[in-house]
């Protein structure tokens, strides 16, 4: 249980501080590398990254919006051709990170699973 919440707070806290400086799919990078080093099991391993990419990209949308731009979910909701609806977009933008970020770690947890 330790290594799980260890593997889910420390790629949720290097995924966001990383997606600051690096592109966008540095989320996808973050859960492989920490499942990898920290071996947990597969299903323990999409659980985890799930929830860090999920929670971070929630926070992450939070907080833009919490500064008012709000501009940027009309164009990006314009972009992948959804109704300019707020709170669908966000649902289904958090919904797509998280489970990037959960086959991330399942991929990263089966890779060093294959290597030992």
């Known amino acids: 249980m330790k290594r799980f919440i260890l593997t889910t707070v420390l790629s949720g806290l290097a995924a966001f501080g990383l997606e600051w400086i690096l592109p966008w799919w540095i989320i996808a990078v973050v859960p492989f590398v920490f499942c990898a080093i920290l071996l947990p099991k597969p299903g323990r391993a999409f ?3 799930f929830l860090a990419i999920g929670i971070m990209w929630a926070a992450t949308i939070a907080w833009r ?11 990006l909701a314009e972009l992948f051709m959804l109704p300019p609806n707020a709170s669908l977009f966000i649902a289904i933008s958090i919904g797509i990170g998280a489970l990037i970020g959960g086959l991330s770690g399942l991929s990263g947890a089966l890779l060093a699973k294959m290597r030992a």
Do not use: V
């Open 47 to 49: 659980l985890s990254g």
């Open 65 to 75: 919006l919490s500064n008012g731009n709000t501009d940027f979910l009309a164009s």
